[in-house]
């Protein structure tokens, strides 16, 4: 033992940071986790040792821990890492179907961060439109608030932990319906009240998805006063820019503004340059980022690893069409005069005044992925392209037809991205990574629609193709981004690291085998590598399995935890670094 402990030492590992053997306990351990190489979340020089687990929470890390156990993991060989952070998440709805998480879970996810649309407040109509806008999945929407939606997961066996965002563009619908409207002095009080209640109910901040309406109807002034609330209550912001491609600039320029105004850390979602003519903006992007950072404004991003994104055919359109929702949308899409204004738009490379991810990525790297009609669901995985050629029309044509036909948006990829940009801002020390996706299953409803691979394979794809194959990251680093940078920057105490005292959330996944199967073509394939995920000291994932255990909680903001509040200042608080 003293030999080893020497070992570490030489080897320049803090024994104060594995901590003594600790003494052998009077009663047995719940779980331990043996001889696996610990990467306990800082990104420091791993180590070969033990883990031992009481209730929900690591009573130990060490070289070696005495004492029996009730359960024991062979981890020799394999590393032992926190459980994985999803720090932009899509299964609000997925959830409700199937609580596994089973795609997220199969990579080591064991928290989801949710909310860049979030699921509260609702205004009736906004209830009646979720309703109307059903495809594949069938709930009823029995809440209104969002912590009455929380209480709805709570009451169904969930396997990850979940927590979510307020969005500013629900709050704005809520209040101002869908129109492109701005708040009088009245409106924008109850807009306020509607996110510091959020807050309260355990938000962990504003968001917001600035290209899609009503959202992007919204002024920076308002964005201002509602990432204010947020910050009092001890919320960051986090954000969809309004731009992530012509003018990405002003963009993360307002991001900033917004920041540093409200005293809150902000995030960026999903950061990228999307379009080949804004590849080259990368380092001016970056540059910008840093510099706000350099004078200490707490701005940070997360990614997925992929070069194409997901949305919708409401990406490929203006936003005056979309005015007031849906069915108007689709009303405005059956005139000829206004298709024939549409077409032209979307033909636009560079709109002034609007993101058009279609003249980006063009016909030919649009790809149909979610319908809700069933006469459509056969144009599954087609390019925009292949089915305008097989009915004979423009692809602008084509595009509106489909989303008057299917009653949605019309789920599709959007091929924008280099590969180069992903891989630059893979190793950029403030990211972190987020799916943008459902957490869904390969099986039953879920095969009905295609999703991104990134739903299957985000995290699996980073350990495995960008820190063992290209080695852009080490794993050391990459297990950080995925751990205690996403914990930290949501002020998560307890959450994100290895060691005695924080929640226990533990991956056991092996390097060497550790790999994403998901493609564009056959994305419903779970990834392979991980064996073991406990979420809250229970097995959720054992032997590669999922247990279905009801492992996960609701993981509230710092106004809904004891002592919280919504307080006068930002300063208030004290934001992890």
């Avoid at 594995?18 to 190489?37: C, F, M, Q």
């Avoid at 932009?88 to 089973?102: F, K, N, T, V, Y």
């Avoid at 992903?422 to 869904?440: K, Q």
């Avoid at 550790?514 to 056959?522: E, G, L, N, R, S």
Wanted: proline share 5%.
């Amino acid at each position: 033992m003293k030999r080893a402990l020497l070992a570490l030492a030489f080897s320049g590992v803090s024994l104060a940071l594995i901590g003594a053997a600790p003494p052998k306990p009077s009663e047995p351990y719940d779980l331990i986790v043996r001889g696996g190489t610990i990467y306990d979340g800082s990104g420091g020089i791993p180590f070969r040792g033990d883990l031992a687990i009481r209730g929900d929470r690591i009573v130990a890390v060490a070289a070696h821990v005495d004492g029996p156990a009730k359960a024991e993991i062979d981890a020799s060989g394999k590393a032992v890492s926190p459980g994985f952070i999803n720090m932009l998440a899509h299964p609000e709805q997925s959830l409700l179907i199937d609580g596994r998480a089973l795609s997220d879970l199969a990579q080591g996810v064991t928290l989801e961060v949710m909310g860049e649309i979030s699921m509260g407040p609702l205004s009736p109509a906004m209830k009646k439109d979720m309703i109307d806008q059903q495809g594949d999945y069938h709930y009823d929407v029995d809440w209104t608030t969002l912590g009455e939606y929380f209480q709805r997961l709570e009451a169904r066996p969930i396997a990850p932990n979940v927590a979510s965002f307020v969005s500013a563009g629900t709050v704005r619908e809520a209040v101002l319906g869908a129109n492109d409207v701005q708040p009088d002095a009245a409106q924008l009080a109850t807009m306020q009240r509607l996110v510091r209640e959020a807050m309260e109910q355990g938000a962990l901040g504003l968001t917001d998805a600035l290209i899609y309406t009503p959202a992007t109807f919204a002024h920076t002034d308002e964005l201002k006063a509602l990432a204010k609330v947020s910050a009092q209550c001890g919320g960051i912001y986090t954000v969809h820019m309004r731009s992530e491609g012509d003018r990405i600039e002003q963009a993360v320029q307002e991001t900033i503004d917004i920041a540093e105004y409200s005293g809150a850390p902000a995030e960026i979602y999903h950061f990228k340059l999307a379009g080949r003519d804004n590849w080259g903006k990368f380092d001016s992007v970056v540059g910008m980022i840093e510099a706000a950072r350099a004078r200490g404004t707490r701005i940070s991003a997360n990614m997925y690893n992929y070069t194409a994104g997901a949305t919708g055919l409401d990406a490929a359109m203006p936003p005056w069409v979309q005015a007031g929702g849906y069915q108007a949308w689709a009303g405005r899409l059956k005139d000829p005069a206004t298709r024939a204004k549409v077409v032209a738009e979307m033909r636009t490379a560079h709109p002034a005044d609007w993101e058009n991810l279609y003249a980006g990525a063009g016909p030919e790297g649009t790809i149909l992925l979610a319908f809700k009609n069933p006469a459509l669901k056969s144009l599954t995985g087609k390019s925009l392209a292949e089915v305008a050629k097989m009915r004979g029309k423009s692809p602008e044509e084509t595009a509106m037809d489909l989303v008057v036909e299917d009653g949605t948006r019309v789920g599709v990829a959007y091929f924008l991205m280099s590969e180069d940009n992903v891989r630059r801002s893979i190793r950029l020390p403030w990211m972190s990574f987020g799916s943008d996706e459902e957490a869904p299953a390969p099986e039953g409803v879920f095969l009905l629609s295609k999703h991104h691979p990134r739903a299957y394979g985000n995290v699996a794809r980073l350990l495995g193709h960008y820190v063992r194959d290209t080695k852009d990251l080490t794993l050391a680093e990459a297990v950080r981004r995925l751990t205690s940078l996403p914990a930290d920057n949501l002020s998560l105490g307890d959450r994100g690291r290895l060691k005695p005292g924080m929640f226990a959330d533990v991956v056991v996944f092996d390097p060497a085998t550790i790999t994403d199967h998901a493609t564009y073509d056959q994305p419903e394939q779970l990834s392979t590598g991980v064996s073991d995920v406990i979420v809250n000291g229970r097995f959720a994932l054992r032997g590669g399995k999922a247990t279905g255990a009801a492992t996960g909680r609701i993981v509230r903001g710092r106004a809904a935890q004891p002592g919280g509040s919504c307080r006068a200042s930002a300063a208030d608080w004290k934001w992890r670094s």
